[in-house]
C-alpha cells in the first residue's frame, strides 16, 4: 500500500446494484491527487478509533474511475464489519479517509486465454479487469455468489465465458470453485490467471493450479481477501504466515 497519508473523500451517490452488493461513488478533496487509472486497485478505508489505540483500517477494491470520483464496492451481510456496515448506512454528503492506492493487480495484457476465479468479495475486482479486455480476449470466468439475484451482468468479448456458482454460506465450502476450475478443459498457449477468494478456497486453487496444471506460480495473480471466522486482522496475520511458508517453499 502506497505510503501516502490518508486522503478526505465525500460520499456522492449509493446504487444497490443486486441485493448484496451496495456501490458508493466517492469525490472531493481526496480526488486532487488521487492517481489515475486505478480501478482494481486496493484502497484502505480508515476508521479513526477517537485516540483509542491504532485505526482501524479496512481493504476494499476501486471498482470504476471517472475523473472526479470513484466507485467502491461493498458486500452487505448481517454480520458486517466496521467498513460495510459505515457503508450500508452511508448518505451523500458523508465523509470519510481512504489511504493508498497499492499496486494495481490486473491480467497480462499478452495473454491467449484468461482465467478469473473469485466470490463476492472480489467480484469488484473481476469487473475491473473484465472491463479492460479487449474484443478478441478468451477465456473464463467463475465466480461464489450467496444468491442467483446477486449475479452481475457483464459486456463480455466473445471469446469469454462467466460461470456463476450459488453458495448461500460464504465459505463454507472451500471445495466449490477448485472442483469448478478442475472440470474446465485446459488450453495450449499463454494463459493469465487471476485468482482471489476467500483463505482455504485460495490455497486448494494454489495447489491445484501450480502443483496438478503445472502454472508457474509467477503467471498467476493469487490472493485471499478473506477468511473464514476472521476479522481484517486475524486474516493478515495468517495471510503473512502462508506467503512466507509459500516462499520459502518455493526458494
Not at 505510503?3 to 449509493?14: G, S, Y
Not at 495484457?109 to 468479495?121: K, R, S, Y
Not at 498467476?220 to 495468517?238: A, M, P
Request: aromatic residues 6%; negative net charge.
Amino acid at each position: 500500500m502506497a505510503k501516502t497519508p490518508p486522503r478526505p473523500f465525500t460520499v456522492l451517490a449509493r446504487q444497490q446494484v443486486t441485493p448484496h452488493m451496495l456501490r458508493l461513488t466517492l469525490g472531493g478533496d481526496g480526488m486532487t491527487d488521487f492517481p489515475a487509472d486505478q480501478p482494481s486497485a486496493h484502497i484502505k478505508l480508515v476508521f479513526p478509533t477517537d485516540g483509542e489505540g491504532r485505526d482501524r483500517m479496512r481493504t476494499y477494491t476501486v471498482r470504476a474511475q471517472r475523473g472526479d470520483e470513484i466507485d467502491v464496492d461493498f458486500v452487505l451481510h448481517e454480520d458486517g464489519g466496521p467498513a460495510s456496515s459505515w457503508a450500508a448506512g452511508a448518505q451523500p454528503g458523508d465523509d470519510i479517509l481512504i489511504a493508498g492506492p497499492g499496486p494495481v493487480k490486473r491480467l497480462p495484457e499478452d495473454a491467449e486465454w484468461n482465467l478469473l476465479v473469485g466470490d463476492m468479495t472480489s467480484l469488484p475486482a473481476i469487473g475491473a479487469n473484465l472491463e479492460r479486455l479487449p474484443p478478441y480476449a478468451r477465456g473464463h470466468v467463475i465466480v461464489e455468489v450467496s444468491d442467483e439475484a446477486d449475479e452481475q451482468t457483464f459486456d463480455l468479448p466473445a471469446g469469454m465465458t462467466i460461470e456463476y456458482l450459488i453458495n448461500p454460506h460464504p465459505g463454507s465450502d472451500s471445495d466449490l470453485l477448485v472442483n469448478a476450475v478442475k472440470a474446465l478443459a485446459w488450453p495450449a498457449g499463454r494463459l493469465g490467471i487471476w485468482v482471489a477468494c476467500e483463505f482455504s478456497g485460495m490455497r486448494k486453487l494454489r495447489r491445484h493450479l501450480i502443483d496438478e496444471r503445472g502454472v508457474d506460480r509467477r503467471a498467476i495473480y493469487l490472493s485471499s481477501y478473506w477468511k473464514r471466522g476472521s476479522n481484517e486482522d486475524g486474516h493478515r496475520v495468517v495471510k503473512q504466515e502462508d506467503a512466507a511458508i509459500e516462499t520459502a517453499t518455493a526458494g
